[in-house]
């Protein structure tokens, strides 16, 4: 019996990533969905029908690479106003560690944020969500962080959801609760990680508004004990946990992260190896953050070679923020990715989409493969390695998601 099929594509050149390496490259391929499912992706010879009989409309996309849709795995791109005085700051001498202790940094966007009507806050949030999708992101992390209420952690959250609604994209949503400390909590730390914990993190889970938990584990943050409090709770609800770990020093992080199974530790810049090792253990993620690592101009790099020896998979994303990492290409953190750490552009690309699914605990996308979603991109380029070779401006000719072609 023939399967017939929504939309077929002829002529591509399919990189798959399929497989645990490689591009899962198919010349001359075909790939074809109903509804939002794959239902053929393989070469043309092998269809199983004529294009016309096996779909109701198919075309020729002319050798044109074909990708899963990327990935965006970490990002804060739900936030009010901006930061460029700070970058103005930075370039005159001062560290981010200095203006946070001086009352800027992340709580000068908790005001804003604040601030900001949930109108005002999607407003300037969703041209940020728009420019990913533009170079072919179909789904997308987005953490709170920026509220440090239960009032603003819960706006920023439902104008997360209401961007994926809006643009037809995927968002998936983190309570990122421990962040930083409020004024309001100044000199009772204890107290906000009880709130955090034992308050806000049930309220939320209980009106389905995240995903996953995240907390900032740094000196200029929180202690590595705050985050396990955070974190049992979080898994008394059975939420799965994420860590910003090790970005500014080695906290253990990325062993904490593993000793709750997390689905990733992020930034790693001063991870060890026994935090490597533990990661591989629990199967964790290590989401590299090379656009923060370039705004901030550090120079130690995560431990790639271990991560690579442990077969801890890497994924890379554009930490999208107003402070350190106001980056709003996913393609350019894969260039950077590649050439600040030393990534291949296969590592790269798989960072983006089939490691970047499994960061977010999402099974049913980021490679090309019959019973998959149908989330794609047709780009402008021939060889996969282009993705993360060309700098500036696009590159994705379209862009699929759940099937749908999304307006460029
Ligand atoms: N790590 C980061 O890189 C961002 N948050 C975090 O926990 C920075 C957020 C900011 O500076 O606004
Ligand atoms: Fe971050």
């Known amino acids: 019996m023939t399967v017939r099929c929504d939309r077929l594509l002829l002529d591509c050149t399919l990189a798959t990533l399929s497989g645990d390496s490689g591009y899962g490259l198919v010349e001359h391929a075909a790939i074809g969905w109903r509804g939002g499912t794959i239902v053929f992706a393989g070469p043309m010879r092998e269809l199983p029908a004529e294009p016309e009989a096996f779909a109701l409309a198919s075309e020729s996309v002319h050798g ?30 001062a560290s981010y560690e200095a203006i946070a202790r001086a009352g800027g940094g992340i709580l000068s966007t908790v005001r804003a944020t604040r601030a900001a009507s949930e109108a005002r806050l999607l407003e300037q949030s969703l041209p940020r969500a728009q420019a990913l999708l533009r170079d072919g992101v179909t789904t997308v992390e987005v953490k709170s962080g920026y509220g440090l209420n239960l009032e603003t952690e819960m706006k920023m959250l439902r104008v997360a959801r ?6 037809g994209i995927s968002v998936r949503t983190t309570f990122l609760g421990l962040h930083a400390l409020p004024p309001e909590f100044a000199d009772r730390r204890a107290d906000f990680v009880a709130a955090a914990s034992d308050e806000w993190l049930p309220a939320v889970a209980g009106g ?7 907390a900032f584990c740094e000196g200029i943050a929180f202690t590595p004990e705050e985050a396990r409090r955070f974190f049992e709770s979080a898994r008394g609800l059975g939420l799965p946990v994420k860590l910003h770990a090790d970005q500014l020093s080695n906290l253990g992080g990325a062993a904490l992260a593993a000793a709750f199974d997390g689905l990733s530790a992020d930034h790693l810049e001063w991870t060890d190896e026994a935090g490597v090792e533990a990661m591989a253990r629990a199967g964790s993620v290590a989401v590299l953050l090379p656009g923060s690592f370039y705004a901030l101009r550090e120079t130690r790099s995560p431990p790639i070679a271990g991560f690579r020896e442990h077969g801890v998979p890497m994924a890379v994303a554009t930490d999208l923020n107003p402070g350190t ?9 894969m260039n950077m990715a590649c050439t600040l750490f030393g990534l291949t552009p ?19 996308r980021g490679v090309l493969a019959q019973g998959r979603r149908a989330d794609l991109v047709v780009w402008h380029a021939r060889r996969p390695a282009e993705l993360a070779y060309w ?18």
């Open 391 to 408: 700098i500036g401006d696009t590159l994705a000719a379209r862009v699929f998601a759940g099937g749908a072609e999304l307006p460029a």
């Open 325 to 333: 990492s106001p980056l709003r290409s996913l393609r350019l953190a």
């Open 346 to 364: 296969e590592e790269a690309l798989r960072g983006a989409t089939a490691n970047a699914a499994r960061a977010l605990g999402l099974g049913d």
């Open 208 to 214: 389905r508004l995240a995903d996953a938990v995240d």
């Open 162 to 167: 209401r961007i994926g609604r809006t643009l």
């Open 64 to 93: 044109a690479l074909v990708t899963p849709g990327l990935v965006d795995c970490h990002t804060h791109l739900v936030f009010g106003g901006e930061r460029a005085d700070e970058f103005e700051q930075r370039l005159e001498g």
